[in-house]
């Protein structure tokens, strides 16, 4: 049973800093992607970032760019997201996911295989 477990989230202030980490177990990846998605109050889910497990080929939101940095520690079977300059508009719910061994779009959730539970970051004026 594969489980990802986030880690990381809080209460900043806008244009502050956060880490978020997502743990995963119950099996090493070795292909496909780890990515972050986020869902605010009364929205839908959104991509984030993903990172490719071999290539480390990295994709971003537009809305993150130049802010967010995801990467991958391949021992720890870990991913991280480092999020800084943060904006109220950040503030949601961020899950973890992973899974696309079989390809597809990394931004699209129907990729993913896993998910995490959630962990929730707010950004305050």
Known sequence: QVQ??????GLV?????LMLSCAASGRTF????????RQA???EREF???????????NYADSVKGRFAIYRDMVK?????????????DTAVYYCAAGGIRGGSRSDPSTYD???QGTQVTVSS
């Not at 070795?30 to 998605?37: E, N, V």
């Not at 984030?48 to 990295?58: E, K, M, N, Q, W």
């Not at 079977?77 to 508009?89: A, D, F, G, I, R």
Request: aromatic content about 12%; hydrophobic content about 40%; charged content about 10%.
């Open 4 to 9: 990802l477990v986030e880690s990381g989230g």
């Open 13 to 17: 202030q806008a244009g502050g800093s």
């Open 30 to 37: 070795s292909s496909g992607a780890m990515g972050w998605f």
């Open 41 to 43: 109050p009364g929205k």
């Open 48 to 58: 984030v970032a993903a990172i490719d497990y071999l290539s480390a080929l990295r």
């Open 77 to 89: 079977n870990t991913v991280y997201l480092q999020m800084s300059s943060l904006k109220p508009e």
């Open 114 to 116: 896993y998910w995490g």
